[in-house]
């Protein structure tokens, strides 16, 4: 009991001693070795301990203060030996303070006895134990950081390439963008010309109606005129039959119908010209129309584009803002990435406080030890919900990608499709202008009357 209330270790049983020790390495130690400690042995065994738990090495060189307090006496080669002695005698202090033996003396190292040497062999077996967990735990926060490191790079070598990407895509938008308002020009001059178009088409068709009655109208002064036609030959005839009773007056009579014939056969000519350039305008107006209804046709194909282009630009800004959301969150990772290294960081001082208060209670440090493992377990829980929303991360970037790749190659045929039917609208309107410019020329020669009516 008071061998409990002394030390913060186990004091084991001899057999229980050899066990750990071959259970930790010490394979070279025997119950003969332990009950009769040797000074060669145990100083090999306390070396090496020194190497492995505060990497001591008598062969170190001194240090900076060391050498320039040995400059100051004469001939100190001669001291090197117990220098490097004083040096293992003070480390062997510290470190036997640190894992509970507070009683160290010069002559633990050079007179061992038994009691003693199981004691401080069972303080080096509990510190090592101890040593052990911790440095496993430590190693698999070194593994997990590491791994979270490779992790961040990756996503930080994807974001660079999406960014490229999307600095790539950016640079063919404004390209498509500067085309798109070419064509957005070049629809507005269709528009206004097709307004234009409208305009003239309405003036044609008012033109056409009046036309038409003007026609109606002369055809009807032509059916009188070859009524009246047929009236003055039966006069005509009948006159012949009067030659012979009046031949002055009928001569007279018969000079004046053939003038009124005459009059009205120029009369008719005229008329027949009119209604030939009247029916080629009217065949004009028709061809016109017909055109205008192709060109609004082909416009609202155009419009019908402009409206996918629209719809194509707003998915392609919504993928913008899907990666500036894809940034925030491999930022806030970032961040998870700085806290959980500093939570490794507090963790390790943690662990050094709990070496400097070893010594006051086994409980609280059990205690202490219980909340490292809670913190371990909790961290590690943290790594993976990090690792998972890394892979969530590169899902969503990778469908990201695939998305913008389809939105490109979507905005790259569209563009192509309204470019294509844009050269078709511009040659359908030169031909248009071409047959527009032949159709009113005003030297157009008109067709001839139909050579019956003359005689």
């Known amino acids: 009991m008071n061998a409990r209330k002394k030390h913060s270790f186990k004091v084991l049983q001899l057999d229980q001693l050899i066990e750990n020790l071959h259970r930790q390495g010490a394979t070279h130690f025997s119950r003969e070795d332990i009950e009769h400690p040797k000074e060669e042995k145990i100083r090999h065994f306390y070396e090496t301990c020194l190497r492995q738990f505060i990497i001591f090495k008598r062969t170190d060189p001194p240090s900076f203060k060391e050498q320039q307090a040995l400059s100051e006496l004469y001939d100190y080669q001669i001291y090197e030996d117990a220098i490097s002695e004083v040096k293992f005698y003070k480390k062997m202090e510290y470190f036997m303070k640190i894992i509970g033996i507070h009683d160290f003396d010069y002559s633990d190292v050079y007179s061992p006895v038994c009691s003693r040497t199981i004691r401080i062999f069972c303080a080096l077996v509990n510190y090592s134990i101890f040593w052990n967990v911790k440095l496993l735990v430590w190693q698999q926060y070194e593994d997990a950081s590491v791994q979270l490191m490779q992790d961040r790079q990756k996503v930080l070598e994807?974001?660079?390439?999406?960014e490229s990407k999307w600095k790539c895509l950016g640079s063919v938008k404004e390209a498509k963008e500067k085309q798109a308002q070419e064509l957005r020009n070049g629809v507005g001059e269709i528009e206004n010309q097709l307004f234009q178009y409208k305009k003239d088409n309405d003036d044609w068709i008012r033109e056409k109606d009046e036309m038409v009655k003007t026609t109606d109208d002369m055809n009807c002064d032509y059916v009188k005129s070859q009524t009246s036609l047929?009236?003055?030959v039966k006069e005509i005839d009948e006159l012949q039959s009067l030659v012979l009773s009046s031949p002055e007056r009928v001569i007279k009579e018969l000079n004046q119908r053939k003038e009124a014939i005459q009059c009205e056969r120029d009369k008719i000519l005229i008329q027949c010209k009119e209604n030939s350039v009247l029916v080629n305008r009217l065949d004009l107006?028709?061809?016109i129309s017909r055109a205008i209804q192709k060109i609004m046709a082909k416009v609202n194909e155009v419009a019908t584009m402009h409206s996918l282009l629209q719809n194509h630009k707003r998915a392609l800004k919504s993928a913008k803002h899907t990666l500036q959301h894809q940034k925030t969150v491999t930022a806030d990772l970032d961040l998870e990435l700085k806290k959980i290294k500093s939570d490794i960081i507090n963790i390790e001082n943690r662990e050094k406080e709990s070496l400097t208060s070893f010594n006051d209670?086994?409980?609280?440090?059990?205690?202490?030890l219980k909340k490292i493992e809670e913190e371990r377990i909790h961290l590690e829980l943290d790594n993976k919900?990090?690792?998972?929303e890394i892979k969530e991360n590169n899902r969503k970037k990778n469908e990201l990608e695939d998305a913008m790749k389809s939105l490109s190659l979507q905005y790259y045929q569209q563009d192509k499709i309204l470019f294509n039917q844009y050269i078709i609208t511009v040659q359908s309107l030169k031909v248009?202008?071409?047959?527009l410019e032949k159709k009113l020329n005003p030297r157009l020669i008109p067709t001839p009357l139909d050579p019956n009516l003359i005689h």
């Open 158 to 162: 994807r974001e660079q390439q999406v």
């Open 230 to 232: 047929a009236n003055g």
């Open 285 to 287: 107006f028709q061809d």
């Open 361 to 368: 209670n086994k409980k609280e440090l059990f205690n202490t």
């Open 385 to 388: 919900r990090i690792d998972l």
């Open 432 to 435: 248009y202008h071409q047959k």
